[in-house]
Nanobody
Framework: VQLQAYGGGMVQAGGSLRLSCAAS????????MGWFRQVPGKEREFVAA??????????YYLDSVKGRFAISRDNAKNTVYLQMNSLKPDDTAVYHC???????????????????WGMGTLVTVSS
C-alpha cells in the first residue's frame, strides 16, 4: 500500500488541524493504521493507531494526546484521519502515517511493527 500524509501547517497553540493519510493503492480498512511524529534528533514517536476493520477498529493513543487527538477512517475515501485539537507547541513535529497487518496490542506503538510508510507532513504549533 502506498500512503501520502497531508494537511499539516502552522497553527497557534489551542488551535486545530486535521491530517489525512490517503492510500493510492491498497485498502486502508484492511490494515492496522498508525500515526507517528518525529522531531529532529529524536526517535519517531507513536501518536495514534486504529485496527483494521476486520479486527474491530479499536483505537490507541499516546497518553499525552488522549482527549485531544482522534484517529478515524473513511473507508469510502480510503483515507485515515488524525483530528488534532487543543494543539500545544510540544506537538510540533513531522507527522507520518503507516500501515501494518496483524499487529498485536503491545506492538501498536512500535514503528518497526509497520511495513508501509508515507512521506510526512509538518505540523508547527506556535505559542
Amino acid at each position: 500500500v502506498q500512503l501520502q500524509a497531508y494537511g499539516g501547517g502552522m497553527v497557534q497553540a489551542g488551535g486545530s488541524l486535521r491530517l489525512s493519510c490517503a492510500a493510492s493503492s491498497g485498502t486502508v480498512s484492511a490494515y492496522d493504521m498508525g500515526w507517528f511524529r518525529q522531531v529532529p534528533g529524536k526517535e519517531r514517536e507513536f501518536v495514534a493507531a486504529i485496527r483494521s476493520r476486520s479486527r474491530g477498529g479499536t483505537t490507541y493513543y499516546l497518553d499525552s494526546v488522549k482527549g485531544r487527538f482522534a484517529i478515524s477512517r473513511d473507508n469510502a475515501k480510503n483515507t485515515v484521519y488524525l483530528q488534532m485539537n487543543s494543539l500545544k507547541p510540544d506537538d510540533t513535529a513531522v507527522y507520518h502515517c503507516a500501515a501494518g497487518q496483524g499487529l498485536i496490542t503491545s506492538s501498536y506503538g512500535q514503528a518497526r511493527s509497520y511495513n508501509y510508510w508515507g512521506m510526512g507532513t509538518l505540523v508547527t504549533v506556535s505559542s
